[in-house]
C-alpha cells in the first residue's frame, strides 16, 4: 500500500524559532498533499492543501505567514512553522490522496509530528 | 457544507461482543465515506470507503460499515471485538463532485474502548 513518512517525528524548541517538518509520499506520486493539525481529544482541523508547482490553499483562519508550505517535488511537501510560540503546540499530520485502482479516493496518512515549543 | 457528526465521544464494549460506533453526515449530492483509525501519537489508517455499489462495505481487521442513504448514516461494526481494537475512530466524508479533489472533512472521533 501507499506509505506517507513524516519527519521528524517529535520535535521541541525554544518560542521563536522555526521548525520545519517534511512530509513524504514514499512509493507513490502525490501533486496533492494536505496538512492537519490536531488538538488533544479533537477532530483533524484542515489547515491547508499544498500543492505540487504551485501555490498552497490555505483554510480560513489559518495564517499563510506563520504556516509556510513548500511542495517542490511530487514527493515531497514541507511545513514551516515560523517564528513558533507555545500555542502552536501541537500534533501535526500530513496526507496524500491515492491515485488509480482501488486507492483511488482514500487518503493515506503521515505518522504525524508532535511540536512542543517551550 | 458538508459535515459529520460521530454523536459519542466514546464507547465501551466488552471483549467478544460485537461493536457498533455511529456516524451521520450531510454533504451536497452523494457522498465518498471512510472510516479511519487512530492509535495514540500516531497518523490515521484507512480502514473502509463507500464509493458506491453494495451498502454494507468490509474493510480490514474485521470491520465492516453499512451505509443507510435515507438515514444519513454510515455506522461501524464488528462482530466480535478485540481489546486491540482499542483507538479513536474517525468518520469522514466528502462529495463525489468531478474536477479534482475534493476536500474531506473529519468527525470528531470515538474513541473505543475495549474491555476485557
Known amino acids: 500500500g501507499a506509505v506517507v513518512s513524516q519527519h521528524p517525528s517529535r520535535v521541541i524548541c525554544k518560542s521563536g524559532t522555526s521548525v520545519k517538518i517534511e512530509c513524504r509520499s514514499l512509493?507513490?506520486?502525490?501533486?496533492?498533499m494536505f496538512w492537519y493539525r490536531q488538538f488533544p481529544k479533537q477532530s483533524l482541523m484542515l489547515m491547508a492543501t499544498s500543492n505540487e508547482g504551485s501555490k498552497a490553499t490555505y483554510e480560513q483562519g489559518v495564517e499563510k505567514d506563520k504556516f509556510l508550505i513548500n511542495h517542490a517535488s511530487l514527493t515531497l511537501s514541507t511545513l514551516t512553522v515560523t517564528s513558533a510560540h507555545p500555542e502552536d503546540s501541537s500534533f501535526y499530520i500530513c496526507?496524500?490522496?491515492?491515485?488509480?485502482?482501488?486507492?483511488?479516493?482514500?487518503?493515506?496518512f503521515g505518522p504525524g509530528t508532535r511540536l512542543t515549543v517551550l | 457544507a458538508q459535515s459529520v457528526a460521530q454523536p459519542e465521544d466514546q464507547v465501551n464494549v466488552a471483549e467478544g461482543n460485537p461493536l457498533t460506533v455511529k456516524c451521520t453526515y450531510s454533504v451536497s449530492g452523494n457522498p465518498y465515506l471512510f472510516w479511519y483509525v487512530q492509535y495514540p501519537n500516531r497518523g490515521l489508517q484507512f480502514l473502509l470507503k463507500y464509493i458506491t455499489g453494495d451498502n454494507l462495505v468490509k474493510g480490514s481487521y474485521g470491520f465492516e460499515a453499512e451505509f443507510n442513504k435515507s438515514q444519513t448514516s454510515f455506522h461501524l461494526k464488528k462482530p466480535s471485538a478485540l481489546v486491540s481494537d482499542s483507538a479513536l475512530y474517525f468518520c469522514a466524508v466528502r462529495p463525489q463532485h468531478s474536477g479534482g479533489y475534493q476536500k474531506v472533512t473529519f468527525g470528531t472521533g470515538t474513541k473505543l474502548q475495549v474491555i476485557p
Open positions: 496526507s496524500a490522496p491515492g491515485t488509480g485502482g482501488n486507492s483511488y479516493n482514500e487518503q493515506f
Open positions: 512509493d507513490f506520486q502525490a501533486t496533492t
